[in-house]
């Protein structure tokens, strides 16, 4: 390991940053910094190992109280995979749009396999909620 030196509000920025798991500064810049490939943290695994897209939308809209317009979906996904330290491509918007359709059987792109959500305004509303179990 080697020493940095960096402000204290530098410090404290890394800090505010921490997950649940990352126990040093190494492992908080590590996942802000995108280099969890060969060592991730428990706050960067799911069940599955890693955190996928579809994992992200049904979180967003839990902090979003179950439902929102794409756009709020689209802010609340956003700010999870920043936060994160996830990617943030220029397709975003289709990727989580994509996401939602294929998870419902509400949409006629919908896979069949997880019925996640559902749109109780009708599918040109662009409002779209947790499917209740």
């Keep these: 390991m080697r020493e940095i030196q960096v402000s204290t509000s530098v410090y404290s920025a890394i800090w505010a940053r921490r997950q649940e798991g990352e126990e040093n500064e190494d492992d908080i810049l590590r996942r802000v910094l995108g280099l ?12 599955h190992g890693k955190i996928r897209w579809i994992d992200d939308v049904v979180a967003a809209l839990a902090d979003l109280g179950g439902g929102g317009h794409y756009r709020d979906i689209y802010e609340a996904v956003r700010n999870r995979r920043v936060h994160a330290g996830r990617s943030v491509p220029r397709s975003f918007n289709n990727v989580v749009r994509k996401e939602i359709e294929i998870n419902s059987s509400d949409s006629d792109a919908f ?3 997880q019925d996640l959500f559902h749109a109780p305004f009708g599918l040109g509303a662009g409002y779209w909620e947790l499917r209740k179990k």
């Design 36 to 47: 969890n490939e060969s060592r991730p943290t428990a706050a960067a695994q799911t069940t």
């Design 111 to 113: 896979e069949g396999r």
